[in-house]
């Protein structure tokens, strides 16, 4: 089986990690295009047995097999030519988030995906199908909480932009028409595929939102920097057979505030609250007994040798053989885009904004 890598830098570099324990699975060669040199040479330092190509189009030029898997890890405003040049070279694509720059592109990608008939999938799915998830979803569906009404996502951190505080040397990510957006595009990927796997929405409304760019003393001045590092949103929830729930989401790469995190889902008769990432593995449980609040609190640690950062590679290559799969694509993945793309428009136009699980019924 053949991986194409569009891009050779960090994450080309974690996804082709992953890769390599599909080894023990079937025979897998590893391709990398990238036109920045050291980049290709770094990668090649670490993977030695990749054919290297100084660009993508002449490494996908090759006639493609059924089963051949593009992944394209380059920065977002090069991520629909890339897929849609990995789709029409008649390939499946598995893209990094973002998906897209903005609404235009992911109906274009979709559209050629379907007319290629290839998956199309997003990177946004490492945290999906992490045991802790799995256990919340059985809590949910058991009924013990009651009806659900609303989710707290709240994740606040003081100083981690990206381009600043960590990997200082891509800065593009602080430009947005090179990284669609700041913390939004940057972790409300991850965000929206955790509350969409557990609240599987028919439709989002985003009520009201906003976006701030907190300055610090070392904020960058000899690069283009005009994306935002806190955010907030409230959305609406329309579920399938259930009443509409609310989800209170604030992120923040920069503030000034205090740094905490908290992720909670409560309903008539209980409430759940746990990390989705890498706090802590503790699932928190929390309901009435005899009118005091009773605790329980139970640990679901991954034993899995396909970790979080193993994920989107893992459950794209499972999708692409027909095998049970955790992957987020094609209507799914332009649909949680959307839910991002949204929180821009509401906060921009200050208008409530409405997302459809059917594409074709888009509400714009
Ligand atoms: N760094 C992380 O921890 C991380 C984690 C998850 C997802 N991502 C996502 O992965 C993507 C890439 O991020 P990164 O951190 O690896 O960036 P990076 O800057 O480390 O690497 C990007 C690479 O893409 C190459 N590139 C640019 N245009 C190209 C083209 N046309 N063809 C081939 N290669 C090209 C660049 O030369 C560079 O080597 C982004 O969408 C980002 O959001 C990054």
Same mark, same amino acid.
């Given at each position: 089986m053949r991986f194409y890598l569009v891009g050779a830098g960090v994450i080309g570099r974690t996804h082709a990690a992953a890769i390599q324990k599909l080894q023990g699975e079937e025979e897998i060669e590893i391709k990398v295009a990238d036109p920045n040199p050291q980049a290709l040479a770094g990668f090649a330092e670490l993977y030695p047995e990749a054919a290297t190509y100084s660009d993508a189009q002449t490494m996908l030029a090759e006639a493609a097999k059924e089963d051949d898997i593009v992944i394209v890890g380059t920065p977002p405003f090069t991520h629909c030519e890339l897929s849609k040049l990995g789709l029409e070279s008649g390939r499946h694509v598995l893209c990094e988030k973002p998906l897209v720059m903005n609404r235009r592109e992911a109906e274009e990608l979709l559209e050629i995906a379907a007319r290629n008939n290839r998956q199309l999938g997003c990177?946004?799915?490492?945290? =999906? $199908?992490l045991p802790k998830m799995e256990e919340v979803k059985k809590l949910l569906d058991s009924g013990? =909480? $009651?009806?659900i009404y609303k989710v707290t996502f709240v994740y606040r951190g003081q100083r981690s932009r990206p $381009?600043?505080?960590?990997?200082?040397?891509?800065?593009?990510?602080?430009?947005r028409s090179k990284s669609a957006g700041g913390i939004v595009m940057d972790w409300g990927p991850y965000d929206f595929s955790v509350i969409n796997d557990l609240l599987k929405p028919v439709a989002v409304e985003v009520a009201a939102a906003w976006t701030s760019k907190p300055q610090t003393q070392v904020d960058p001045v000899d690069t283009v920097y005009d994306v935002e590092g806190h955010v907030g949103a409230m959305l609406k929830y329309h579920l399938n057979n259930a009443n509409p729930v609310w989800v209170q989401y604030e992120r923040a790469s920069c503030t000034h505030g205090e740094a905490y995190y908290h992720v909670e889902i409560e309903g008539t008769l209980g409430a759940v609250r746990w990390s989705p990432y890498f706090e802590t593995d503790q699932i928190v449980y929390t309901c009435d007994a005899n009118g005091e609040i009773e605790e329980k609190v139970s640990e679901v640690v991954n034993q899995s040798e396909f970790g979080m950062m193993d994920h989107p590679v893992y459950f794209f290559y499972r999708k692409v053989k027909g095998l049970d799969s955790q992957a987020v694509v094609n209507d799914q993945a332009v649909f949680n885009f959307l839910c991002l793309q949204a929180i821009y428009d509401c906060a921009e136009t200050g208008d409530p904004q409405h997302i459809q699980s059917e594409l074709r019924n888009l509400i714009v």
């Amino acid at each position: 089986m053949r991986f194409y890598l569009v891009g050779a830098g960090v994450i080309g570099r974690t996804h082709a990690a992953a890769i390599q324990k599909l080894q023990g699975e079937e025979e897998i060669e590893i391709k990398v295009a990238d036109p920045n040199p050291q980049a290709l040479a770094g990668f090649a330092e670490l993977y030695p047995e990749a054919a290297t190509y100084s660009d993508a189009q002449t490494m996908l030029a090759e006639a493609a097999k059924e089963d051949d898997i593009v992944i394209v890890g380059t920065p977002p405003f090069t991520h629909c030519e890339l897929s849609k040049l990995g789709l029409e070279s008649g390939r499946h694509v598995l893209c990094e988030k973002p998906l897209v720059m903005n609404r235009r592109e992911a109906e274009e990608l979709l559209e050629i995906a379907a007319r290629n008939n290839r998956q199309l999938g997003c990177c946004s799915v490492r945290f =999906l $199908g992490l045991p802790k998830m799995e256990e919340v979803k059985k809590l949910l569906d058991s009924g013990v =909480l $009651g009806d659900i009404y609303k989710v707290t996502f709240v994740y606040r951190g003081q100083r981690s932009r990206p $381009g600043v505080e960590y990997q200082p040397e891509s800065k593009w990510f602080l430009d947005r028409s090179k990284s669609a957006g700041g913390i939004v595009m940057d972790w409300g990927p991850y965000d929206f595929s955790v509350i969409n796997d557990l609240l599987k929405p028919v439709a989002v409304e985003v009520a009201a939102a906003w976006t701030s760019k907190p300055q610090t003393q070392v904020d960058p001045v000899d690069t283009v920097y005009d994306v935002e590092g806190h955010v907030g949103a409230m959305l609406k929830y329309h579920l399938n057979n259930a009443n509409p729930v609310w989800v209170q989401y604030e992120r923040a790469s920069c503030t000034h505030g205090e740094a905490y995190y908290h992720v909670e889902i409560e309903g008539t008769l209980g409430a759940v609250r746990w990390s989705p990432y890498f706090e802590t593995d503790q699932i928190v449980y929390t309901c009435d007994a005899n009118g005091e609040i009773e605790e329980k609190v139970s640990e679901v640690v991954n034993q899995s040798e396909f970790g979080m950062m193993d994920h989107p590679v893992y459950f794209f290559y499972r999708k692409v053989k027909g095998l049970d799969s955790q992957a987020v694509v094609n209507d799914q993945a332009v649909f949680n885009f959307l839910c991002l793309q949204a929180i821009y428009d509401c906060a921009e136009t200050g208008d409530p904004q409405h997302i459809q699980s059917e594409l074709r019924n888009l509400i714009v």
